[in-house]
């Protein structure tokens, strides 16, 4: 059987064109970039969680740029990409019930990353419920959270040109 070798600290394969680094670069890790899009961002409700969104802090700077980075061998540009990171709270229940929550928000995102456009941060808090919806009704909360935080921020972007054109 050929099968892909993977991290230890990870279930996503390795592979040699850097999926795994990818998958890592998607994700919020440090606390100052939760802090940063808290500080700069209204908190938004749906039915099943609340959301935060904000502009990369240097997004603009790293586009502009181009910068280079080496991930496992190869180079590539390092195209500040959409990251989302998930907070789960201990009121949401035991580590089991936490895990499930985020296992199943991870997949989710996983899915419909693309729909975010270059340079946006969001945080999702995901409410009790997403632990027994159907995982159908999930993607697709997260996918309208995904279209509409794409849409926000594209409404800001135009807004944020328009002014700099008249300043």
């Not at 209204?42 to 959301?51: A, E, H, L, T, Y």
């Not at 991930?71 to 540009?77: F, L, M, N, P, T």
């Not at 229940?93 to 985020?102: E, Q």
Request: aromatic content about 4%; glycine content about 4%.
């Amino acid at each position: 059987m050929n099968a892909l070798p993977t991290s230890p600290h990870s279930r996503i394969p390795a592979s040699s064109d850097g999926a795994q680094a990818k998958a890592r670069d998607l994700r919020l890790r440090k606390h100052a970039d939760y802090q940063r899009v808290y500080k700069s961002a209204r908190k938004q409700f749906s039915s099943s969680m609340s959301w935060f969104m904000a502009r990369q802090a240097d997004a603009s700077s790293e586009l502009a740029a181009a910068n280079t980075i080496q991930i496992s061998g190869a180079i590539r540009a390092s195209a500040a990409g959409p990251r989302v990171g998930l907070t789960v709270g201990k009121v949401l229940g035991k580590a089991h019930d936490r895990n499930r929550i985020k296992r199943r928000m991870r997949e989710a995102v996983r899915r419909h990353i693309a729909e975010l456009p270059v340079g946006v941060d969001l945080v999702l808090h995901p409410k009790h419920s997403v632990l027994t919806m159907e995982f159908a009704k999930l993607d697709a909360e997260v996918l309208r959270i995904f279209r509409q935080a794409a849409t926000q921020f594209a409404t800001q972007t135009t807004g944020q040109m328009k002014t700099q054109a008249h300043a």
